[in-house]
């Protein structure tokens, strides 16, 4: 859907071809999502900087989490939400089926589906403790076939009121409007006449039931109304506006962009907009006007960085991302951006270090994955690029030829150490098929 993200935002694709279903990785669209969600996982008594939201390249209405580190969102999902409100209360939804401990027994049912195994989980759990990062698991377990992934994701009606009912009490605790979970269950009770076939996939794995749609009313209407929240407002448009800025026609973006709900964010769909149209000059000039309201915000100027790449000016890309790297030195995506720019433009060595920061703060990234692998090749460090190869294949669930590399790096690494060690575990981890 939104293929033009291809250089503006990386790709991870984890299953194979016919069962694929990717991320769509942005600094910015990732940051929304977490000021959206921050108080909510404080409220639940989580830690926000160990759970991460990221969106998923689907155009179903569809959210869920495998895990107690990560929640996925579907583009469609958050292209229909029309206020923070409503992209919050699927959000506290899914952190309440985490801090509800509702996602044990699905662990179980997963491990009872034994083909889910054979789309990357073996290898998940083999290279996530390598790595130590259990959150690869996570990544690798969206490439699940469709039935077994319903069969993970799927929760009872108990567990639905329940996560319901928490949901709102996290709302009520912040002050949060309950309107907006309300119009999500308006939407999801309009799913119940159709088809099972044609159901969102959120409707079947989150079970809708008349008492639930009248508990979760009767406590709401018990909730004072309150004001939409500044920041979450902003960062719920931006996100919404740059999502669909990369998936709709350009004319489109320019068109939408004077109703935008902040003067940066409409520069911003503007710069998107140029840049599709090759007109890089526009697109910049565009970029910088937002730069002159947010001068401290390090995506705008990543996405200023990004443009150049787009069109081959490689150098000054490096150097684009050489500030927006200073402006936000622990986002990875950015960094993997500066060294593939650094790589593009023949600066091998310094391209590494970006590269391998980038790599230990977040393994799931596809395009990271095959740049840290080629500037490896191009140091002649054949050892190193053929472990991350394997580990890249695995990520897309190829196992037969991550097991080819990880073979390679096990025969050219030296015997012991901890590169050799995590190879080695993939290699292992075919035994699990």
Not at 170 to 197: C, H, N, R, T, W
Not at 297 to 326: C, T
């Amino acid at each position: 859907m939104i293929k033009t993200f291809s250089i503006l935002i990386t790709f991870l694709t984890i299953a194979p071809p016919a069962l694929a279903t990717s991320l769509l990785r942005d600094a910015d669209i990732e940051h929304a999502f977490s000021e959206l969600a921050r108080p909510i996982l404080q409220v639940a008594g989580l830690r926000p900087d160990q759970v991460k939201v990221m969106l998923v390249d689907d155009a179903a209405f569809n959210a869920f989490v495998i895990d107690r580190h990560h929640i996925f969102l579907n583009v469609g999902l958050v292209l229909k939400t029309q206020s923070a409100e409503m992209l919050q209360s699927v959000i506290a939804h899914e952190v309440a089926h985490i801090a509800n401990g509702h996602l044990s027994r699905r662990k179980q049912n997963m491990q009872a589906t034994r083909n889910a195994a054979r789309f990357g989980l073996a290898l998940a759990l083999a290279t996530g403790q390598a790595n130590n990062n259990p959150g690869l698991g996570a990544g690798l377990a969206i490439g699940m076939s469709n039935s077994a992934q319903r069969v993970f994701n799927s929760h009872t009606q108990s567990e639905e009121i329940a996560a319901d009912q928490t949901a709102l009490m996290y709302f009520s605790k912040l002050g949060i409007d309950p309107k907006g979970a309300l119009q999500v269950l308006d939407y999801l009770s309009g799913q119940e006449y159709l088809a099972s076939s044609r159901q969102d996939p959120y409707a079947r794995t989150h079970p809708l039931s008349r008492d639930r749609l009248r508990s979760a009313k009767a406590q709401a209407q018990v909730q004072e109304p309150t004001s939409p929240n500044p920041n979450a407002r902003y960062w719920h448009a931006r996100a919404v506006a740059k999502t669909r800025a990369f998936s709709q026609d350009p004319d489109r973006t320019l068109a939408a962009s004077g109703t935008a709900v902040s003067e940066d964010i409409a520069f911003m769909q503007r710069a998107i907009a140029f840049s599709r149209r090759g007109k890089l000059t526009q697109a910049l000039k565009a970029i910088e006007k937002a730069q002159k309201i947010r001068p401290t915000d390090p995506f705008f100027q990543d996405l200023k960085a990004e443009l150049l790449m787009r069109n081959r000016q490689f150098s000054q890309a490096a150097n684009a991302y050489a500030k927006a790297v200073s402006m936000a030195p622990d986002q990875s995506l950015i960094l993997a951006g500066q060294g593939r720019a650094l790589l593009a433009s023949g600066q091998t060595e310094s391209a590494l270090q970006p590269l391998k920061k980038a790599y230990e703060m977040d393994f799931k990234n596809i395009t990271l994955l095959h740049d840290l692998a080629l500037a490896y090749a191009k140091l002649e460090n054949q050892g190193m690029a053929s472990l991350i190869t394997a580990e890249r294949f695995g990520l897309k669930g190829d196992l037969k030829d991550a097991l080819w590399h990880a073979k390679k790096a096990v025969s050219l690494l030296p015997q012991g150490s901890p590169p050799w060690q995590r190879a080695q575990d993939i290699v292992n981890s075919n035994q699990l098929k």
